[in-house]
């Protein structure tokens, strides 16, 4: 059963801590996209990537969020260093394009808290 | 620049009732239209989607979804709701060709037995 596999589901750090997120897409998807999740703001894109190249990051704070695909199998959110407003669910997707365009498949979810 | 307007932040109906979710957006052509379904704790998986064609879209676990240019929505429908379909939806906009999703803020759909 394809899925994307998001790890940790759950972290609890404090502010000032590096927090890496971690996703593999699932198998044959060339496109990643990571997706922030607040009440205050809902889905908000981070960043996404096709081809393991980034496209866009505009959404994402460069002071202290960094997006990377070591490898087609792997891509990472990392928050250095963490703040309380950075508590949210970070959700990453993937897909296929061309082809499914639009249609992206979530992976269940990291949820952050910073205290 | 894309946006997606869901006027109803929370809906109560009664299971067997009948459904409809609203959405509105807003952008120069004619984007790509989807609805996507979160439960409690999971990830958002899609329900439908729209490109061309028939404008009334049939999806998974019984919902469909009417695309209407001259009133820029695509509302969200079921006949007959069931406690399982209690969870938040959410509508959302693609440009044509393009992969990166606009979504709004969520409707939570809350079902009483």
């Known amino acids: 059963d394809a899925r994307v596999t998001q790890t940790p589901r759950h972290k609890v750090t404090e502010m000032g801590q590096e927090v890496t997120m971690r996703c593999q897409p699932i198998?044959?998807?060339?496109?990643v996209f990571w997706y922030r999740q607040t009440m205050m703001q809902g889905l908000e894109l981070l960043a996404y990537f096709r081809n393991r190249a980034p496209l866009d990051d505009s959404g994402m704070p460069k002071d202290r969020f960094s997006a990377e695909m070591p490898d087609a199998t792997l891509a990472t959110l990392k928050i250095q260093p963490s703040e309380p407003r950075d508590s949210a669910v970070y959700f990453c997707?993937?897909?296929?394009?061309?082809?499914?365009?639009?249609?992206?498949?979530f992976g269940e979810g990291s949820r952050l808290t910073v205290l | 620049a894309q946006s997606v307007t869901q006027p109803d932040i929370h809906i109560t109906v009664s299971e067997g009732a009948s459904l409809e979710l609203r959405c509105n957006y807003s952008?120069?052509?004619?984007?790509?239209l989807f609805w996507y379904v979160q439960s409690p704790g999971q990830g958002l998986q899609l329900l439908l989607k729209?490109?061309?064609?028939?404008?009334l879209v049939q999806g998974i676990k019984g919902f469909e979804a009417e695309f209407k240019r001259s009133q820029s929505s695509f509302n969200l429908r079921k006949p007959s709701v069931h406690w399982s379909d209690a969870a938040e939806y959410f509508c959302a906009v693609a440009a044509r060709g393009a992969q990166k999703l606009v979504f709004g803020q969520g409707t939570r759909l809350t079902i009483n037995p």
């Open positions: 952008y120069g052509a004619t984007p790509y």
């Open positions: 198998l044959g998807h060339n496109t």
């Open positions: 729209y490109f061309s064609g028939d404008t």
């Open positions: 997707a993937s897909g296929l394009a061309p082809g499914n365009t639009g249609e992206l498949f």
